[in-house]
């Protein structure tokens, strides 16, 4: 049986849509490099486990399985990313105007939306080295709560994904610098609220509808 392939998924909106946020140079490496590169890996890495594991060769096929997971997060995390960003002039990037049940749900649980920008964005600042801070909805409780993973890690068990940001350094360096919070201040600007929403109160399964467009 073949493996199933991965393909880059266009963006919905042009290179430059995000500026001065982030940068049309930046947005264009980000995407046609540094994503492409994750599936062309990725896709390596799933032909050689389906052949491996055609051919009975365990060892073979364990062998890729941390390609698969490094390289898999790396799909997963840009693919959500892509969509939750808007261009700062449209109406999705206003939580107030577009994701009122997730604007009462982050004020439940942090106070105000200010408190909740400041807490994010000093888990952010807090990883070391590589990775992603989310926003997620807990599977059980439907309770927010702000998780960081480190590298390429999804949110793959339970939690829903509502808001992602990239704190790779390919993400802001050739824009910022070294100056990653204001990279993490200017973020705000463009986070796609109506997504955001329809994350919150569609299923799990919906938040990731984007992975199945681009097989």
Known sequence: MAAKTYSLPPLPYAYDAL????????????????????????????????????????????AQLPAIRFNGGGHINHSLFWEGLAPSSSGDSRIDAVAPKLEAAIKRTWGTFAKFQEVFGAALLGIQGSGWGWLVKEAVTDQLRIVTLANQEAVVVGDTPLVGVDMWEHAYYLQYLNGKAAYVDNIWKVINWKTAEARYTGSRDDAFKALKANM
Do not use: G
């Not at 980000?30 to 486990?49: D, F, G, P, R, V």
């Open 19 to 62: 500026q001065p946020a982030i940068s049309k140079q930046i947005m264009e490496l980000h995407h046609t490099k540094h994503h492409q590169t994750y599936i062309t890996s990725l896709n390596k890495a799933l032909e050689l486990y389906a052949k491996a594991q055609a051919e009975s060769r365990l060892q073979d096929a364990a």
